[in-house]
């Protein structure tokens, strides 16, 4: 198994550009998570699926998207980037929430 | 809304020392208690899971306990090593709103 895998492990855009960040798993989970972790401030969850087509925000949802149409992938999308947008990106996933959680090796992302 | 704390932020021990890291959470409603271990630059590893009707985990030599009546959870190191040097989190799910809150996180390093 390949685990969680993110790509890119590194980007840099330019304020107001679009991206997609990717998330993948092998292992059949239903519950995927994106996280940002920022100095100082932890890692805070920003969107959540408990299973394909269903997904909802977590504590800092704004100016990110993310769909779930296969059970595998859970991509986020940073729809006009910001400076504030700068940090690392995890993804985890787990057979339910209450689960060991399995995380990505993450994606450091620079908005300048 | 859940509340994590880990004291101290950071912890500096000789090898050999047996070690205890701390996490204190607002709500007793928590369904489980999750440690993970960070090394720089990479992703979370989780290390031991504790679900709300256990007191306790271990796996080698960690043990980590849960005290939902109090609000604490903590970590125990064993004859620490260099090799445990990294950052330990701890990270609370709320049982119904299917979203896990993390500490900041205890950076430990462990000298030879």
């Known amino acids: 198994n390949a685990g969680v895998t993110q790509t890119p492990k590194f980007q840099v855009l330019k304020t107001g550009q679009s991206m997609t960040l990717q998330c993948a798993q092998d292992m059949n989970h239903e519950y995927m998570s994106w996280y940002r972790q920022d100095p100082g401030m932890g890692l805070r969850l920003i969107h959540y699926?408990?299973?394909?087509?269903?997904?909802d925000q977590g504590e800092v949802p704004n100016g990110y998207n993310v769909s779930r149409s296969t059970t595998e992938d859970f991509p986020l999308r940073l729809l006009s980037a910001a400076p504030s947008q700068t940090s690392v990106y995890f993804c985890a996933s787990s057979y339910h929430p209450a689960d060991t959680q399995y995380f990505g090796p993450g994606t450091r992302l620079t908005v300048l | 809304k859940q509340e994590v704390t880990q004291i101290p932020a950071a912890l500096s021990v000789p090898e050999g020392e047996n070690l205890v890291l701390n996490c204190s959470f607002t709500d007793s409603a928590i369904y489980n208690l999750q440690w993970f271990r960070q090394d720089p630059g990479k992703g979370l590893t989780s290390l031991l899971l504790?679900?709300?009707?256990?007191r306790e985990q271990t796996s080698g030599r960690l043990n980590a306990s849960l005290d939902k009546s109090s609000g604490r959870s903590t970590l125990y190191i064993a004859a620490s090593q260099p090799g445990d040097s990294a950052t330990y989190l701890c990270?609370?799910?709320?049982?119904?709103?299917?979203?896990?809150?993390f500490g900041k996180g205890t950076l430990l390093t462990v000298n030879p």
């Open positions: 504790i679900q709300s009707s256990q």
């Open positions: 990270a609370g799910e709320g049982g119904s709103n299917y979203k896990l809150t």
């Open positions: 699926s408990v299973g394909a087509g269903i997904t």
